[in-house]
């Protein structure tokens, strides 16, 4: 089964607006990733939190972790239409472990 | 320009005709790892290696070889498609580990009829 689950599935606001999308997932883990995709595109790595973190910020994004509820959320503040795309959390548990994706989060930017 | 490049972008084949999709890295990266994404459940990861020689099945490994020969590529291997093979892979590279940051490929999209 998926070790995260992306909410909301997909997401319409208009450029200015904050974006609030969340993962949730099932086991302990080592980090979560945050990656954006393109239509049809490689992903594109956004942000990296551990699990001995509960906050980090980059640029317009910021990120939280909370282990004891094992959910993260990403947060994109004043929105703009580039930043129309799909967002992915991953997971990983371990150092030697493999990385699970969800399904993912599709975030449209209306101008 | 640090990079992932897969080969070929485009493929259309057909049932049972084996075929390499290519994987090549210039950062000296030491993991690779290869996902499928198909609509409505995201990527899921195949096989990735943590280093030459080093390889480890994902979520989805059947139907599916891998080699990591040299650091630099980690081609997939389909010795005998079938249409359920059908979908957008994606080889990624980091640093080292699962840890890091993942660099992606541009993807290959393969159609198996």
């Known amino acids: 089964s998926q070790q995260g689950e992306e909410d909301p599935q997909a997401l319409s606001i208009q450029e200015g607006e904050n974006a609030t999308m969340n993962c949730s997932y099932k086991?302990?883990?080592?980090?979560l990733q945050w990656y954006r995709q393109n239509s049809g595109r490689g992903l594109v790595h956004l942000i990296l939190i551990r699990s001995n973190e509960r906050e980090k910020h980059s640029g317009r994004l910021r990120v939280t972790l909370d282990t004891s509820k094992k959910s993260s959320s990403l947060l994109i503040t004043a929105s703009r239409a580039a930043d129309t795309a799909s967002y992915f959390c991953a997971t990983v548990k371990t150092s030697y472990d493999k990385v699970i994706f969800g399904p993912g989060t599709s975030l449209s930017v209306i101008p | 320009e640090a990079q992932v490049t897969q080969n070929p972008r485009y493929l259309i084949t057909v049932t049972g005709k084996k075929l390499t999709v290519t994987c090549s890295q210039n950062m000296n990266h030491e993991y690779m790892s290869w996902y499928r994404q198909d609509p409505g459940l995201g990527l899921r990861q195949i096989y990735y290696?943590?280093?030459?020689?080093?390889?480890d099945k994902g979520d989805v490994p059947e139907g599916y070889k891998v080699s990591r020969k040299e650091k630099r590529n980690f081609p997939l291997i389909l010795e005998s498609p079938s249409p359920n093979q059908t979908s957008l892979y994606f080889c990624?590279?980091?640093?080292?580990?699962?840890?890091?940051?993942?660099?992606f490929g541009p993807g290959t999209r393969l159609t198996v009829l």
């Open positions: 290696s943590m280093n030459v020689e080093v390889t």
């Open positions: 990624a590279s980091s640093l080292s580990q699962a840890h890091n940051e993942q660099f």
């Open positions: 086991t302990s883990i080592n980090n």
